[in-house]
Nanobody, 121 residues
C-alpha cells in the first residue's frame, strides 16, 4: 500500500511565496517520477512540475522561472517552491508519483488528495 500526502497549502497574497510538500509512504522500492499538477475551477488538470530520479526536471510554461521542484529521495518527499504567485496560480494542487513497489516491478501512479492554494489580496 502506497500513500501520498500533500501539505503546505493555504492563502497567500499576490507576489508572495509558498512551499508545498508531498510525502510518500508505504511499500516503496523506488520512485522514478514525482510530479505536481494543478486544477483551477472550470479548467483541466495541468502539469506544473516534474522531477525524475535521474535528476531531470520539467515545468509548465506558466510557472517556468517562478516554481522549483525539489526532491528528497531519502525522505521520499518532493517539494514545490512557488514564488511570485499570481491570481492565476489559484488551484487545487495534486502530487503524483510513479513508484515501484519491488525491484523490476511495474510502475504505478499514486495520487495525493490535493491541496488548495489560493492567491488573493
Amino acid at each position: 500500500q502506497v500513500q501520498v500526502v500533500e501539505s503546505g497549502g493555504g492563502l497567500v497574497q499576490p507576489g508572495g511565496s509558498l512551499r508545498l510538500s508531498c510525502a510518500a509512504s508505504g511499500s516503496i522500492f523506488s520512485i522514478p517520477v514525482m510530479e505536481w499538477y494543478r486544477q483551477a475551477p472550470g479548467k483541466q488538470r495541468e502539469l506544473v512540475a516534474k522531477s525524475t530520479s535521474t535528476g531531470s526536471t520539467n515545468y509548465g510554461d506558466s510557472v517556468q522561472g517562478r516554481f522549483t521542484i525539489v526532491r528528497d529521495n531519502a525522505k521520499k518527499t518532493t517539494y514545490l517552491e512557488m514564488n511570485d504567485l499570481s491570481l492565476e496560480d489559484t488551484a487545487v494542487y495534486y502530487c503524483n508519483i510513479e513508484a515501484q513497489t519491488r525491484a523490476w516491478g511495474p510502475r504505478s501512479a499514486y495520487w495525493g488528495q490535493g491541496i488548495q492554494v489560493t492567491v488573493s489580496s
